[in-house]
C-alpha cells in the first residue's frame, strides 16, 4: 500500500476520531439494534445482487439463491474456516 500523505491522514484520523465520539453518545438500546439492523440491510442488498445477476427469477427463485447463499455463510462460519489469528494455540 502507498504511503498516505500527512494532509490525508490528519483528514482520516479525525474522521475516525468523529465516528468513535458519535458511537460513544449512541444510546446502549440503539447499540443493541444496530447488528439487525445491518443483517437486514445486508440481507436486502444480497436479494438486490441476486436479482442484478439473475433478472429472470422471479421472487421464489431469488429467495432459494438466497438461503443457499446464507446456507454457505453458515457452513463457513460452522466450520471455523476464518478465524482470528490471535485464537491459534501456536
Do not use: H
Request: glycine residues 4%.
Amino acid at each position: 500500500m502507498s504511503p498516505v500523505d500527512a494532509e490525508t491522514q490528519q483528514l482520516m484520523d479525525s474522521i475516525f476520531i468523529g465516528k468513535a465520539l458519535r458511537a460513544r453518545r449512541t444510546p446502549m438500546d440503539e447499540k443493541m439494534l444496530d447488528g439487525p439492523r445491518l443483517f437486514d440491510l445486508n440481507c436486502a442488498l444480497t436479494r438486490s445482487g441476486i436479482r442484478s445477476q439473475f433478472p429472470d427469477f422471479d421472487e421464489a427463485q431469488v429467495e432459494r439463491e438466497f438461503c443457499r447463499r446464507l446456507a454457505i455463510a453458515r457452513r463457513i462460519d460452522d466450520g471455523n474456516i476464518y478465524r482470528n489469528i490471535e485464537d491459534t494455540d501456536d
